[in-house]
């Protein structure tokens, strides 16, 4: 309690004991800098070397601390220095005004018999450092924006009886919105329509058929496949 009988909080300044600053020799090297500097910030104008050329390291740092900088994660960064530094190592490159169409072919043929995919991905993160190194200034041109590797696309296999079943097993017939869907995967299996095709079927798309099972015969519409306009 202070001496007005009211009770102290610990922001209390009377009560607390005094701050004691550590006292700094500036002649003394040993000594612990009082404040740290942050990471440093690399000026763009500041990387170009004599006969105004740029070193490819020097650009690719300052590339890397922009993604840092833009959130990028440490672990994506450190992919793009690892393939872009595999780049230069095997191309030679020392400049950024060295790199060219034939660096960026030749790189990619010295991945060797990898996949197609394999191949894009590499591309893509050496396309993606360029932008950046042609952003801030340092290459005039983008020749890699038409360098592109054609990846086939997987071919799936169609959908089967089986297929089907196992999609129907999930809805429940008794909710009217799960048998709206039930009946739009039926049609769409059966007359072999697209999507685009079936949200867009009226009512004077339909003809009646009969069907024969043993000795009888059932009366069954179906939707003719048609190309709306």
């Known amino acids: 309690m202070s001496k007005n009988k009211q009770r ?129 200034g340092w290459i005039e041109k983008r020749f890699w924006k038409d360098v592109k590797i054609k990846v086939d696309g997987r071919i799936k296999p169609p959908a089967n009886e089986n297929n089907l079943a196992s999609l129907l097993s999930t809805f429940d017939m008794s909710n009217f919105i799960h048998f709206r869907d039930a009946v739009a995967v039926l049609t769409i299996y059966k007359c072999g329509l697209r999507v685009n095709a079936f949200v867009r079927l009226e009512e004077n798309h339909s003809y009646d058929i009969f069907v024969a099972e043993g000795n009888y015969l059932y009366k069954q519409s179906l939707f003719t496949t048609f190309s709306p306009n």
């Open 8 to 136: 102290t909080g610990i922001f209390d300044l009377e009560h607390m004991s005094p701050i004691e600053l550590k006292k700094v020799n500036p002649n003394n090297e040993h000594d612990e800098p009082l404040i740290i500097a942050p990471s440093i910030v690399v000026d763009v104008n500041s990387v170009r070397l004599k006969g105004n050329r740029i070193s490819a390291h020097s650009a690719l740092m300052v590339v890397k601390e922009q993604m840092r900088l833009s959130g990028i994660r440490k672990r994506t960064i450190g992919e793009y220095d690892y393939i872009f530094n595999r780049m230069l190592k095997t191309m030679n490159v020392e400049y950024v005004d060295e790199i060219s169409l034939e660096t960026l072919f030749g790189f990619i043929a010295s991945l060797g018999d990898v996949k197609d995919t394999t191949k894009q991905s590499k591309l893509r993160v050496v396309r993606a450092i360029l932008n950046r190194i042609f952003d801030n």
